[in-house]
């Protein structure tokens, strides 16, 4: 008789995971992602091992050799096939369990693209360069878009076709930004909620110091200087106008 062979059932969530140099992290954050949901972890170069225990632990490794965390997140995008992506940082500061709330909200047509607010658990765990960063983007956002979101965190939620559409093109700091400025003007619904903030392990590769902050917002402000691009942003299926968060 000829053994039959089925494919695997494919994954009900694709969890982006950029990931340079994070073998310490990764046992934890990969054993937090929801059961039937698949871990695209993105090795982004690293030279710790990373790849190879992700792929022990049981993970899809994605390897990325430009460097950039837009780089590695767009190309977890593009090896991912499921409906609804996820994104999380890969450092063990968010916990992608709490991802689960954000596609409960996305599968029920209440929200196109949900973030996380990152609400420190201690001190350390947000350094002050990096808030003063965040804050700062956030107003410019609020001016070029008109939406008052307190995060441009990196935990968050969208459906997969709607997010290749939009045509995200940077590579560096400036993608997480691009995101929601395209899905702003594209008139999706943008959701924020409040997520645990841990300290991370390791440090940090973007905004572990006030240099690296600043060039980070730096990246980023080239994002907002850019002309709308609704015509080649079309918004997500099925959705209402935006709803703009308080």
């Known amino acids: 008789m000829k053994a039959v062979t089925t494919s695997p059932p494919p994954p009900d969530v694709d969890v982006v995971l950029p ?6 992290a990764l046992p934890w954050v990969l054993a937090r992602v929801p059961a039937g949901w698949r871990a695209l972890v993105v090795d982004n ?5 990373s790849g190879d225990l992700a792929r022990a632990l049981g993970a899809t490794v994605v390897r990325e050799d430009r460097r950039g965390f837009g780089a590695a997140c767009h190309a977890g995008l593009l090896a991912a096939t ?7 940082d890969c450092d063990a500061s968010l916990d992608p369990a709490h991802l689960v709330r954000f ?7 209440e929200a196109d693209l949900v973030l996380g607010r990152r609400r420190p658990q201690t001190r350390g765990a947000w350094p002050a360069h990096a808030r003063a960063g965040n804050l ?9 878009t008109g939406l008052r979101l307190h995060d441009l965190g990196p935990l968050r939620a969208a459906r997969r076709a709607p997010l290749l559409a939009l045509g995200l093109t940077d590579r560096r700091s400036g993608y997480p930004l691009q995101m929601v400025v395209r899905a702003a003007d594209a008139g999706w619904r943008i959701a924020e909620h409040d997520v645990p903030y841990l300290p991370r392990t390791g440090t940090s590769k973007v905004t572990g110091t006030w240099r690296g902050t600043w060039q980070a917002v730096r990246d980023m402000s080239h994002v907002l200087n850019e002309p709308p691009a609704t015509a080649q942003t079309p918004r997500a299926p099925h959705t209402p106008p935006l709803r703009r968060p308080r």
């Open 19 to 24: 990931c340079l140099n994070e073998a310490e």
């Open 45 to 49: 170069g690293s030279t710790d091992g």
């Open 82 to 88: 499921a409906d609804v992506v996820c994104f999380c």
């Open 103 to 109: 596609v409960r909200e996305i599968r029920a047509g």
């Open 136 to 144: 700062a983007l956030a107003r410019l956002l609020r001016r070029r």
